[in-house]
């Protein structure tokens, strides 16, 4: 309701705790002679890649694994790509694979994440974790997804019973959190930047989420007085400043909870990696969940 004070959900915060959490159960594994490793596979020099990358390297490393980038050049043949990820598959000290998408142009993404072990696939993109998410088997989580679920239950909104709308219907965003925020007892409507009427539809949103890649698209007419709004987006204005797909300062003061661009879901995304990681070693090692509370 307009008036009220703003709650903004500070992704980042929330984030520094799910990494000490994290670096925790890293120790743990240390302790019983366990280094967690975590390769990320980087193809080309794509600019945005390289950035996230350097983020993922360094939150990881600064949790405890071991952590290797395999950079390739952006004339690599798909096969030679391939290749390097059956090596890793086989690779003990590797328990987390991640191929950065995405791939340089003449380079098909499905191969490559059929070619993953599942149980090293730390996006969750491979087809047996994205049949595992929709059957509501155990699986490794797409991150972005994960850690959206992950900011609600730390920020202590519930989810049961609520109208939720997210605005994105890609496999790494969009369907994996529709599945999630089915399986919490949500009622979801997918949409998209087709969708007839949007703004009607995100209007019924009391959880409403946006990941279509379009700077500020979500206006303060689509808001919900009271919505929780979840900006996934992010995009580099003209002048340099990034800003996500929510106009932020139109639509705060509607929302009753809302994550800023940057430091909402982004600094949730890696800290997810992490987990997903940690949890990969933990099941290579036989251990299952050596944190009962995850």
Not at 12 to 37: D, M, S, T
Not at 78 to 93: C, F, S, T, Y
Not at 126 to 131: D, E, G, L, R, Y
Not at 239 to 244: F, M, Q
């Amino acid at each position: 309701m307009q008036g009220t004070a703003i709650r903004i959900l500070d992704g980042k915060a929330v984030a520094a705790e799910v990494r000490a959490e994290v670096a925790a159960r890293v120790a743990r594994l240390r302790a019983r002679g366990i280094v967690p490793g975590l390769t990320v596979v980087l193809v080309g020099d794509d600019a945005a890649s390289q950035v996230y990358v350097r983020n993922k390297d360094k939150a990881a490393t600064d949790a405890g694994f071991a952590v290797r980038t395999v950079r390739l050049a952006s004339t690599t043949a798909q096969v030679e790509l391939e290749g390097v990820i059956a090596a890793l598959n086989r690779d003990p000290a590797v328990h987390g694979i991640l191929v950065q998408l995405p791939l340089p142009r003449g380079l098909k993404a499905e191969p490559v994440l059929a070619a993953l072990d599942p149980q090293k696939d730390v996006d969750g993109l491979s087809a047996h974790n994205v049949a595992a998410l929709w059957s509501g088997t155990e699986g490794l989580v797409p991150c972005t997804p994960a850690g959206c679920i992950e900011l609600l239950d730390r920020c202590r909104i519930s989810i049961a019973g609520k109208r939720a709308v997210v605005i994105c219907r890609s496999p790494l965003v969009g369907k994996p959190l529709a599945a999630l925020l089915l399986a919490r007892d949500a009622t979801v409507t997918l949409a998209h930047s087709k969708s007839a009427d949007l703004p009607a539809l995100a209007r019924e949103a009391e959880i409403l989420v946006a990941a279509v890649g379009r700077a500020r698209l979500v206006r303060a007419e689509w808001v919900r007085p009271g919505a929780t709004v979840l900006d996934v987006g992010i995009n580099r204005l003209p002048d340099g400043r990034l800003c996500g797909d929510v106009d932020f300062e139109a639509c705060a003061p509607i929302a009753g909870a809302i994550t800023p661009v940057p430091g909402g879901i982004g600094p949730m995304t890696i800290a997810m990696l992490l987990v997903n990681t940690a949890r990969a070693a933990e099941r290579a090692a036989g251990l299952g969940r050596e944190d009962p509370s995850r």
